[in-house]
């Protein structure tokens, strides 16, 4: 398995439009943070993990183009703006779309002209294929859906093969962090340092939670400016534990 992050900033990116601040003014190419995605590739399968608003611009620079399957984590704009720029995917066949119900039932409201009964000409063609709690298959791949809470908004994490990938989490409920003991790779958000936030793990919460799940080895994601310098950071965390830059591919036994 490879994970290629393709962005690893929260909503607003990194830079921040208007900051002036030394992150953002970093010339190191580790903190330039795109909206979060990822791609997944495992037997055979390209997985994308969310499409936000940068997601052509990310895909153009990523290592291969090929996809099969979007997994959504959850409706909010920075994770799904992207979802038109699929179009190249769904020209010889409808493109999947795994996401909750209330997800699907939101993209109907905020994409009418691609969900519509009089669709407009050239929109993607997805394919909303809705998930519950459990496990289900793309191709040969199994995806455990990870429930967690984005303040009050419940969304779902993943858990494919050795790799759980978190975003937007605030809360991580207790059966969760049992299940995901041990897990050899866990990719989780950790937006910024010492100041709590009512939606996001800071760093320090997501240590305390690395600590609890132990994996084999821990990625930070949707980071904002207020996560430091790449450089800096990545010095004053645990051994196994790092932030996931822009491009950076990590292969997993």
């Known amino acids: 398995m490879e994970i290629e992050f393709l962005g690893t900033g929260t909503s607003c990116g990194v830079p921040s439009i208007g900051c002036h601040c030394a992150?953002?003014?970093?010339?190191?190419?580790?903190?330039k943070r795109l909206r979060t995605s990822a791609i997944v590739r495992y037997k055979g399968k390209s997985l994308l993990i969310d499409c936000g608003p940068d997601f052509r611009q990310q895909v153009l620079r990523a290592s291969s183009q090929a996809l099969d399957a979007l997994l959504l984590t959850h409706i909010h704009y920075d994770h799904v703006a992207?979802?038109?720029d699929l179009r190249p995917?769904?020209?010889?066949?409808?493109?999947?779309?795994?996401?909750?119900?209330?997800?699907?039932?939101?993209l109907h409201l905020t994409m009418p002209y691609a969900f519509g009964t009089h669709l407009y000409p050239g929109v993607p063609k997805l394919d909303l294929v809705p998930i519950a709690d459990g496990p289900f298959m793309i191709g040969n791949v199994a995806v455990e859906?990870?429930?967690?809470?984005?303040?009050?908004?419940?969304?779902?994490?993943?858990?494919?093969?050795?790799?759980?990938?978190?975003?937007?989490?605030?809360?991580?409920?207790?059966?969760?962090?049992e299940r995901l003991h041990g897990t050899p790779l866990l990719v989780i958000n950790a937006l910024r340092w010492h100041k709590p936030h009512h939606s996001h793990l800071s760093i320090e919460e997501s240590l305390e939670l690395v600590r609890r799940i132990e994996p084999g080895r821990a990625l930070f994601i949707h980071m904002s400016h207020e996560a430091g310098f790449h450089s800096v950071t990545c010095q004053k965390?645990?051994?196994?534990v790092d932030l996931a830059y822009d491009t950076q591919i990590v292969r997993v036994p």
């Open 23 to 31: 992150v953002c003014q970093s010339s190191d190419p580790r903190d």
């Open 145 to 177: 859906p990870i429930p967690v809470m984005h303040d009050k908004l419940r969304i779902t994490g993943f858990r494919i093969g050795p790799l759980a990938y978190i975003t937007d989490c605030k809360t991580l409920p207790p059966a969760q962090v």
């Open 89 to 106: 995917y769904s020209y010889k066949h409808s493109f999947p779309v795994y996401a909750r119900q209330d997800v699907i039932d939101r």
């Open 237 to 240: 965390l645990p051994r196994n």
């Open 82 to 84: 992207g979802i038109d």
